[in-house]
């Protein structure tokens, strides 16, 4: 659909193009953690899709995103009569398999994962990391005045888990827009200099998809930062106001009843996307 992914990687693969690549080639790398709904809106905007393009690695954060490049890859050959039926039924099939277990899809590089193990590495190798974004939002998805500083918090909780992990920093005081770019920048820089580091490893930032991906793209070269990752709700997790679910394959429902906000998001994962996808399929031998 037009999307770049990086299919076929393993969280070991990832972890290694960053230490072994990214990290070396001094530039101001994105990784963006592709999903349902990075698609969808990528349909929808041109300035996305080329981000998500552009970017040094595109990572399928999703089973949607895997089951979709499966279901494109079992309906390539088919031919008439009956294709668009023919076409249906693989992509039903192919989702009752999943939801049943029937078929173990592997390959998905979970977000919150890659920034769990990116601490490890911190922990590790004294990697420098600054987490920018994340705030709390009431019942209905609205953000809402608190004095918690979530990214302080996740900061707080990562520390606990990792004690020498080089985390030199967080704030959630400052939102995503252009004008509070400078201020922000300031904020991390001064951050740097405290701990006498002139560029900084690897930037978290907990923005809604899109709004962190573009205050990367404007602002990774001012700080800079090797390698930057937009990093949705990951905050949350990382500070324990989510509670980390062993098995992905049901944490959708976990996450729904704790924020029922992600509502229409869920939606637009389960229902709308695979829609899309199947519409694509039809209009377009692969």
Request: include cysteine.
């Amino acid at each position: 659909m037009g999307v770049r992914l990086n299919l076929g990687l393993t969280m070991g693969d990832v972890l290694s193009i960053i230490e072994n690549s990214l990290l070396k080639n001094n530039k101001s790398n994105l990784i963006c953690t592709t999903n349902a709904e990075f698609v969808l809106d990528a349909q929808k905007n041109v300035v996305f899709k080329d981000i998500i393009n552009n970017s040094a690695l595109s990572i399928p954060d999703g089973l949607g995103i895997l089951l979709a490049d499966r279901y494109l890859t079992m309906v390539a050959d088919l031919k008439p009569p009956l294709l668009v039926l023919k076409k249906f039924v693989s992509g039903l099939g192919l989702g009752l398999s999943v939801i049943f277990n029937a078929q173990k899809v592997v390959g998905r590089i979970p977000g919150v994962d890659l920034a769990y193990n990116i601490c490890k590495l911190s922990h590790e190798k004294n990697y420098s990391i600054f987490f920018l974004g994340g705030r709390l939002k009431n019942i209905s998805g609205k953000y809402i005045e608190s004095n918690v500083d979530v990214a302080k918090s996740a900061v707080s909780e990562v520390h606990k888990l990792y004690p020498n992990a080089n985390v030199i920093g967080g704030t959630s005081e400052f939102s995503h827009k252009e004008s509070d770019d400078t201020a922000t920048v300031n904020h991390i820089k001064e951050c740097m200099r405290k701990n006498k580091i002139s560029e900084l490893d690897f930037l978290f930032v907990a923005y809604n998809h899109f709004n962190q991906e573009r205050w990367i793209v404007r602002n990774a070269t001012k700080i800079p930062a090797k390698v930057c990752i937009g990093v949705g709700g990951t905050f949350d997790y990382l500070a324990g106001y989510l509670p980390r679910k062993e098995s992905h394959r049901f944490e959708w429902f976990f996450r729904l009843l704790q924020q029922p906000w992600r509502f229409r998001r869920i939606f637009n994962a389960v229902i709308k996307f695979p829609s899309a996808v199947f519409l694509y399929s039809l209009k377009h031998k692969n």
